[in-house]
């Protein structure tokens, strides 16, 4: 009996008062995911802007005569030059048309 009073009295001191918290302002989390927004932003969005833009010049400054790799990895000849697509001489009596969007590097350029 004594020594479950003890228990009480030992456990009834270590006991925390309730202290109020206050929530967490809401500036914080907007702080937050504005970094976490603007990190990704220039880790991975704007190099990849900048790789499409000059894979856009590398496109519009192809011509006849370049020799180029698809992004099948054929390598071929351009020929000729139409609007949304090149001709492609892969072979010698081989020609195949390709969609700009599938040349992926110049091999050769030629001098114009």
Same mark, same amino acid.
């Given at each position: ?23 967490? *302002?809401?500036?914080?989390? #907007?702080?937050?995911?504005?970094? @976490? =927004? !603007? ?23 192809? *011509?006849?005569?370049?020799? #180029?790799?698809?992004?099948?990895? @054929? =390598? !071929? ?28 590097? #110049? ?6």
């Amino acid at each position: 009996m004594l020594l479950d009073r003890a228990f009480t009295v030992l456990f009834a001191q270590t006991e925390a008062p309730a202290v109020a918290q206050q929530p967490p *302002s809401i500036w914080n989390s #907007v702080i937050f995911m504005a970094l @976490i =927004f !603007g990190a990704m932003y220039f880790l991975m969005i704007a190099p990849q802007r900048k790789k499409q833009k000059e894979h856009e010049k590398l496109l519009a400054s192809l *011509s006849s005569g370049d020799e #180029v790799l698809t992004t099948g990895g @054929i =390598f !071929g000849t351009i020929t000729n030059v139409k609007d949304d697509r090149f001709v492609v001489r892969i072979a010698d009596d081989t020609k195949i048309e390709l969609g700009k969007g599938f040349i992926q590097s #110049v091999v050769k350029k030629t001098s114009s």
